[in-house]
């Protein structure tokens, strides 16, 4: 996309079109004026009380920024969740590096040789505290499923039936990870093609497939007519898998011994710098395979940027739009006001002639900002509730009906309505009665 003639022609002809319209109207109220009235100024100040299309402007405006400053707020919120939710792995110090051997054409005896002579020498290298490997990571756009079926379980009906997503994995994996194996053992180097069949699986995984039993030495398969057992060896720590906001779900490692995966994500976990650490294991690779290509290689904190990209882009638009918004909520407040007090100058001169305060005066003109502010607030408080479930994708650990949320967007919209309307509700206080009732 790019800035062209179109783009410019119309953002011209909406911003003409926009002001001649809003332009007009005020115009045609005024012709539309009666002339006996308006000479006499007798009914402007009873007119004035009802409410005006100007008022009805700036009402929809701050219910719009309310909207928006919920929004703003909820995102906000939770990316300072997201940082703190566990999501099954450590991302501090630790680099993943990706490739795929298919693209070089090695089939599986070739690609286990690959994978198992690399890992040797990355586990060797200077600085390096583990390292592993998985056919994907958790949080990654390459996420599979599989059915899941437990041993002496009852037959489920077709639409009960589990899946879980599956991840193949090495020894070294989860201490890379730094994933807490919450029961059983992790894998290891007699875990091959010889030997029986073997899975670790997290906690939702055991709590669904074997409630009230110890998942550990239970046995499940990838459906009801599926003989070929898979005895569960370990069980890990839930996590985060497709999204940070996901509920959880059970999920199964295989080791990846056992079930040969082309596509390679060494992981390494190292107290020296990610860029160090990512250079050292790409020199490693091509040690062994210069033409192997890297398809991503970085630190496992920005591995995290993709799930919290739709988040901080929500966060940097809503706030934009919110603070626009604002901007134009306290301009409408502002020049309401202002508008009402310069053409209710008599009245008020005539208010302080016979005794009324500087301070009844103030709360003559702030009345009616609380007015608007109460309307517009529970309008754009309605619109935010019934807008919650385009909010939800983006929320991690944050309701978006929560309470706090809308009464600090309220909160702010009320400072920001009482500091435009302060100059006007000045000026009205400083208006001279004597003055005021010579004008004609």
């Not at 994500?265 to 192997?292: C, F, G, K, N, Y």
Request: aromatic share 8%.
């Amino acid at each position: 996309m790019a800035l062209d003639w179109r783009v410019f022609t119309f953002t011209a002809a909406a911003g003409l079109l926009t002001t001649l319209l809003f332009g007009l109207a005020p115009a045609l109220q005024a012709v539309r004026a009666e002339l006996v009235p308006a000479l006499k100024n007798a009914s402007f100040t009873e007119r004035l009380r009802r409410w005006q299309p100007r008022e009805l402007l700036v009402t929809t405006q701050i219910a719009l920024s309310v909207v928006l400053l919920v929004g703003t707020v909820l995102v906000v919120r939770s990316l300072q969740n997201a940082f703190t939710i566990n999501i099954g792995f450590n991302p501090r110090n630790a680099v993943a590096v990706v490739f795929d051997l298919a693209l070089e054409g090695y089939d599986e005896a070739h690609g286990k040789d690959f994978q198992r002579r690399l890992m040797e020498k990355v586990a060797a290298l200077p600085g390096i505290q583990s390292a592993g490997f998985a056919n994907s990571l958790p949080l990654g756009l390459d996420q599979s499923t599989t059915g899941i079926y437990g041993e002496g379980n009852p037959l489920p009906k077709p639409s009960e039936s589990q899946e879980a997503n599956y991840y193949m994995v090495d020894p070294g994996y989860f201490r890379s990870m730094q994933t807490r194996l919450m029961a059983g053992r992790d894998f290891d180097q007699h875990d091959t093609q010889n030997s029986k069949r073997v899975a670790i699986v997290n906690q939702t995984f055991a709590g669904q497939v074997f409630p009230h039993e110890n998942a550990v030495g239970k046995r499940f398969s990838h459906g009801p007519d599926d003989h070929n057992w898979v005895e569960i060896v370990g069980v890990v720590e839930d996590g985060k898998y497709v999204s940070l906001n996901d509920d959880p779900k059970p999920v199964v490692f295989w080791p990846a011994r056992q079930a040969y995966n082309s596509a390679t994500t060494v992981v390494a976990r190292s107290p020296l710098s990610a860029e160090q650490v990512v250079r050292m294991i790409e020199r490693t690779v091509h040690d062994l395979d210069p033409d192997v290509p890297f398809m991503q290689a970085g630190s496992l904190d920005d591995h995290l940027r993709l799930p919290l990209f739709p988040a901080r882009l929500a966060a940097s638009m809503l706030g934009a739009f919110g603070s626009l918004a604002i901007v134009l909520a306290a301009t409408g407040v502002y020049g309401v006001m202002a508008y009402a007090v310069s053409r209710r100058r008599r009245e008020i001169g005539i208010r302080m002639a016979i005794g009324a305060s500087q301070g009844q005066v103030m709360r003559l003109v702030l009345r009616r900002i609380a007015v608007l502010l109460l309307i517009g607030t529970g309008l754009g408080a309605l619109a935010a509730l019934a807008a919650g479930n385009l909010f939800s994708p983006l929320l991690y650990g944050v309701s978006p009906r929560d309470p706090a949320t809308f009464t600090l967007a309220a909160l702010l919209m009320a400072c920001v309505a009482f500091a435009a309307g302060w100059l006007p509700a000045r000026r009205a206080m400083s208006i001279e009665p004597a003055s005021a009732l010579r004008e004609e």
